[in-house]
């Protein structure tokens, strides 16, 4: 046994130290101290899969009882009999309280429920113990870090922190994480994955409250702070403009511009390299730990849709293929689809993609959103309508939908 880590808990957060024996693949015991309490987080090659804790609420009989799980007049009768030290989860098998798959089950829970704790200490000391297995009878836990992270942070309601969090609603936020591998192993809430897909590096915290068009920004701004604690997304110092920008250039970042109303399609980039697609194992217990309005993206898509939007000049059609899960489009340079005309608003309507194809979101811009000629706020999109902002007119078609 040897200690290869400690800190300072006023220096670095719980969710920074996770991350970093994460990444080093980890096998030990995570010692956290404060003055009135001594958490143990047991990691299994990186992955946090036990936890005990000093703390009277953390002890499996008041979780139970506070979850509604046992009664507390059941639990102190079946206290009161013989058992052996620390062994409560054996009596309540004993008197039938429950069942094995529930005892393993809450087990798993109390396990989350120590290590969430530990999310919103701001003083104590921690040091890690390399090669320390967890207790060879214990239910240990088999979670995606990232999944733990993003549920332990959604617990955390630090409002009255965002200001000292982001201090300038200028930065820019960019992914850190691979969305193609969040899409498919990661559980978001709908609010979440909306904010998410937002997210492109060129657009700053104060454009992506905007597009969320949420009266409540702190809401916003919480989920993106908790974006950040799960390392999903990272801020940036604001993105300087060009001093000479033509509306006409394709964006580096590879946003396809409109001017005039015409799509410009920029040339593939170079040596694109995606990374595999990484799908939960069977067992993980994800769906025992997080919240039920927590879903994986292709969890609850039962077809796939296959849509363009297209503009016809001068005779000449020219195709969008929309391949992403959000469009923002408007006057500002920061929208993936760029109109440049002062009739359209600096950010005038959004694209998301549904079930059914896309839907059609009006950002609360000064002349609206039509389709069809009809002005709406959100509306889903058939093949053959045509979508008005400001003088452009888009048609809207869909190429093709599987049956399932």
Request: aromatic share 6%; hydrophobic share 40%.
């Amino acid at each position: 046994m040897q200690k290869i880590l400690e800190g300072d808990l006023s220096k670095i957060e719980v969710p920074d130290v996770l991350t970093f024996l994460n990444m080093g693949h980890r096998t030990g015991v995570l010692a956290l101290e404060r003055s009135e309490q001594e958490t143990k987080l047991f990691f299994r090659d990186g992955r946090p899969v036990y936890a005990t804790s000093t703390r009277d609420d953390l002890r499996l009989g008041s979780m139970l009882v506070r979850m509604g799980k046992v009664q507390a007049d059941v639990l102190e009768k079946v206290l009161s009999g013989p058992r052996k030290p620390g062994r409560i989860g054996h009596a309540l098998l004993a008197e039938n309280v429950l069942s094995e798959a529930e005892l393993a089950s809450l087990l798993k829970v109390q396990v989350s429920e120590v290590i969430f704790d530990t999310f919103a200490w701001r003083a104590g000391v921690f040091s890690f113990w390399d090669g320390v297995p967890p207790p060879s009878t214990a239910v240990t836990l088999d979670m995606d870090l990232q999944n733990l992270l993003m549920e332990g942070v959604r617990r955390i309601d630090e409002r009255d922190r965002l200001s000292e969090v982001f201090p300038d609603l200028e930065m820019a936020v960019e992914a850190v994480a691979n969305p193609e591998r969040v899409k498919h192993s990661v559980t978001l809430t709908p609010d979440e994955w909306k904010v998410f897909f937002l997210v492109d590096g060129r657009r700053s915290l104060a454009d992506i409250c905007r597009l969320v068009a949420n009266p409540d920004d702190l809401a916003t701004l919480q989920i993106l702070h908790n974006l950040v604690l799960a390392k999903f997304v990272a801020v940036a110092p604001p993105v300087p403009v060009p001093a000479a920008e033509t509306a006409v250039a394709a964006d580096p970042r590879g946003t396809h511009k409109l001017h005039d109303g015409k799509p410009v399609v920029p040339a593939p980039p170079v040596a694109v390299e995606f990374a595999a697609v990484m799908r939960p194992r069977p067992e993980d217990d994800t769906r025992e730990i997080v919240t039920p309005k927590a879903v994986q993206y292709l969890g609850h898509v039962g077809k796939v849709t296959v849509s363009r939007l297209t503009l016809v000049v001068a005779g000449k059609e020219t195709s969008f293929p929309l391949t992403r899960d959000t469009y923002t489009l408007g006057r500002h340079r920061n929208n993936d689809i760029v109109i440049s005309d002062p009739k359209v608003s600096s950010f005038h309507a959004r694209l998301d993609r549904s079930p059914e194809g896309f839907l059609l979101v009006d950002l609360k811009s000064r002349n609206g959103s039509y389709v069809n000629g009809e002005r709406i706020e959100s509306a889903q999109l058939n093949t053959g309508d045509e979508v008005r902002l400001g003088p452009a007119l888009i048609a809207y078609k869909v190429d093709y939908i599987s049956s399932s």
